[in-house]
């Protein structure tokens, strides 16, 4: 269903607008679409291209090997590749719940709890960064699990040439 009204609204928005004057969701990506083994990701509505899976070219910098809890941690994530501009979103949970919380700490991003995305699309030819800062629940018991996406971008305003790159970051949580 999400696929058919991504696609429905994508047309038409590409329909009435110029080359590269507006995109699909001008606010960011919705909230949630980075785990690729969800029903609705970013792969839904960014279908033209098969999206890859564990993707070599999608890199989370600064992931700590063990979670302390409470402790902050500054992270990069980049996406390697040929593209025109590119976007992201991560979010964070242990198996029952989100997990952490998310600073949106440098510009054209924005952050709710233990998700992070990028609302303003970076135009890079070769790769991109985006610093972020987490920082992990004080009451952590479980490992945690960072699920982030990248959408290597055309810079078009459709979904139509972009592709999709997903990775997942499983962190144990230190028990001292």
């Known amino acids: 269903m999400l696929r058919a009204s991504c696609l429905t609204f994508c047309c038409i928005l590409v329909a009435t607008s110029g080359p590269g004057t507006a995109n ?3 606010d960011g990506a919705p909230w949630g679409t980075a785990n690729a083994a969800a029903a609705e990701n970013c792969a839904t509505c ?5 999206a890859v899976n564990n993707s ?8 700590p090997q063990k979670v302390m809890p409470g402790a902050t941690y500054e992270l990069t994530l980049v ?4 593209f025109s501009t590119a976007g992201f979103q991560i979010f964070v949970r242990t198996t029952e719940q989100p997990a952490g919380t998310f600073v949106a ?21 070769d790769s991109v960064a ?10 952590i018991k479980r490992s945690v699990v960072f699920y982030a996406a ?18 997942v970051y499983e962190i144990k949580f230190d028990q001292r």
Do not use: Y
């Not at 070219?57 to 600064?62: A, E, F, N, Q, V």
């Not at 996406?79 to 040929?82: A, E, S, V």
């Open 24 to 26: 699909a969701f001008s």
């Open 46 to 50: 960014h279908f033209d291209r098969e």
């Open 56 to 63: 070599r070219d999608l890199t989370l910098l600064g992931v």
């Open 79 to 82: 996406l390697k590749g040929k």
């Open 105 to 125: 700490s440098v510009p054209g991003t924005e952050a709710v709890a233990a998700s992070v995305r990028s609302i303003l699309p970076l135009r890079q030819e």
């Open 130 to 139: 985006w610093g972020l800062r987490w920082q992990a629940p004080v009451n």
């Open 150 to 167: 990248a959408c290597a971008a055309n810079a078009d305003a459709s979904p139509m040439g972009d592709t999709i790159h997903f990775r």
